[in-house]
């Protein structure tokens, strides 16, 4: 199998330089507009129950409308990405992403708005996988992709800093309306930065199976559904959701086994390193979305914070989220993804300890804050790297698929933690804390002792093509 060496970009102008930095800024803004959406909305929770009379199951589904939705289509949306050019998927989820937030601002109810996020979730989809392949395709070179991943992640991880100090002043001054219209003045200016040529992505000819696809959506979905109405204890519709589920999944495997365009890269998944990457993935997302669903209802309902100093006290979490991302690039051009990846799960899993440890002790906000702050790092370190190894092993023309696949785990992770913390929080906030930090030491030890098998990470430094085999690192 051939690895990724994708061809030179098509130059947007004489500084072709210049053309692919603008675009990088556009694509990484509309990574940032998909963050903001998801974290903007978490220091709104109580302001949102109060205004649409919502249960805890009610807000679970404003959350996990998006993300369901989003990691259902994350795979058929990384194939159309190779198929119909990844720049034309793009630009067009990011124009019905800008739309949807647009209509979530007047959502008359909790129905229309759980719509409208799914909506969002969509747009979401075509955006993501899209993105990391058009990253692909204008830093061919290992080493300049492994920093243009970091830029991308700082401006994105922007978001995650921006979102709970933005959404905290725009629900003290509008209500929680107003998170959403923060998404339009953004999507309008991803369009206009990713215009040109510079973000040109050749068609493929790779086929794509759609009852295959369509399949692979309906196993996520109805997986996504049965947990989120179990954690809500709507166990007749968790049966049902389940029962869809355990239809689907035979359907998709007698599908996949005889596709000649299969949705999974069988190649690809069949390396240990990359299996236990995209379980990492779904630890990194488990951990920091349940965190930012529960502690908001920590600090305000217990702490008795307001949402503008609830969005303060995050400050810890998500400033690394921004700052950090670049000096991960650096590391990861130099010695490859393997250390910051095993770093940042190791501290994921001493900051949910922290965490939990606060809670069950009673401790006070400088404590929370060391907690909050491992956690942010951990992220910081883990995620660039996942996304520079997963994406510098793709092969040829299939970095939108595998962006898709590395995407859709992320999100069902982040949905886990939704439901699975969401509902721990019946037991109290801290088991649900120590359950994030124990699912991170879970995914640590395994992408720890995955075994050496021949697959591959991005070069370091500048010293190869485009991709060379997997040194041992000590």
């Known amino acids: 199998m051939s690895f990724l060496n994708s061809p030179a970009p098509v130059p947007a102008d004489p500084r072709p330089g210049r053309g692919r930095a603008r675009a990088l800024t ?22 949102l129950v109060s205004s649409l009379g919502t249960s805890m199951a009610g807000l679970q589904w404003a959350t996990a409308g998006y993300t369901v939705a989003f990691a259902a289509l994350l795979l058929s949306a990384g194939a159309a990405a190779d198929r119909f050019g990844a720049e034309r998927l793009f630009r067009a989820g990011i124009a019905v992403f800008t739309l949807a937030s647009l209509l979530s601002a007047f959502a008359p109810g909790l129905p229309a708005l759980v719509l409208l996020r799914a909506v969002s979730g969509v747009a979401a989809a075509a955006c993501v996988p899209a993105s990391m392949a058009m990253i692909a395709r204008l830093y061919p070179e290992p080493a300049a992709r492994a920093r243009a991943v970091s830029v991308w992640a700082a401006t994105s991880g922007a978001a995650v800093a921006a979102g709970p100090i933005a959404g905290g002043a725009l629900v003290v001054l ?12 953004i999507g309008l200016v991803v369009l206009v930065l990713t215009l040109g040529r510079a973000v040109a992505c050749p068609r493929g000819d790779r086929r794509i199976d759609w009852p295959a696809q369509l399949a ?14 179990a ?4 166990w007749v519709h968790a049966a049902w959701s389940l029962v869809g589920f355990g239809a689907s999944v035979p359907a998709f495997w007698c599908l996949e086994r005889r596709s000649q365009a ?6 690809l998944l069949g390396s240990a390193r990359v299996r236990a990457g995209l379980l990492a993935a779904a630890g990194v997302n488990f951990a920091l979305t349940g965190a930012l669903f529960v502690l908001p209802l920590l600090l305000q309902q217990e702490w008795h914070l307001d949402p503008l100093r609830t969005g303060l006290a995050f400050l810890p979490l998500t400033v690394p989220f921004a700052a950090n991302p670049p000096f991960t690039g650096r590391i990861v051009a130099r010695v490859g993804p393997r250390r910051p ?9 001493a900051g949910g300890a922290v965490l939990a440890g606060v809670v069950f002790t ?11 702050l491992m956690t942010g790092f951990g992220v910081s370190y883990a995620l660039p790297a996942l996304v520079a ?10 970095a939108g698929a595998v962006g898709g696949l590395l995407n859709a785990v992320r999100q069902i992770g982040a949905t886990l933690g939704v439901v699975v913390m969401g509902a721990a929080v019946a037991a109290g906030t801290g088991w649900a804390l120590l359950l994030s930090a124990a699912v991170c030491a879970v995914a640590w030890s395994v992408f720890a002792l995955a075994r050496r098998d021949g697959a591959v990470q991005t070069a370091a430094g500048g010293r190869g093509s485009a991709a060379v085999p997997m040194r041992a690192e000590r």
């Open 26 to 47: 556009g694509i990484s803004l509309g990574y940032f507009m998909v963050l903001l959406d998801m974290t903007v909305l978490t220091v709104a929770e109580p302001d």
């Open 174 to 185: 509008a209500g929680w309306r107003s998170v959403f219209l923060v998404n339009v003045p």
């Open 216 to 229: 692979a959506a309906a196993v996520l979905a109805l997986c996504t559904d049965a947990l989120i109405a």
């Open 231 to 234: 954690g809500s204890r709507a």
């Open 262 to 267: 299969p949705v999974l890269n069988r190649a």
């Open 341 to 349: 990846i095993l770093a940042g799960l190791a501290l994921l899993a």
């Open 362 to 372: 009673g401790g006070s906000y400088p404590w929370l804050a060391v907690g909050l």
């Open 389 to 398: 190894a997963l994406v510098g092993v793709a092969p040829a023309g299939t």
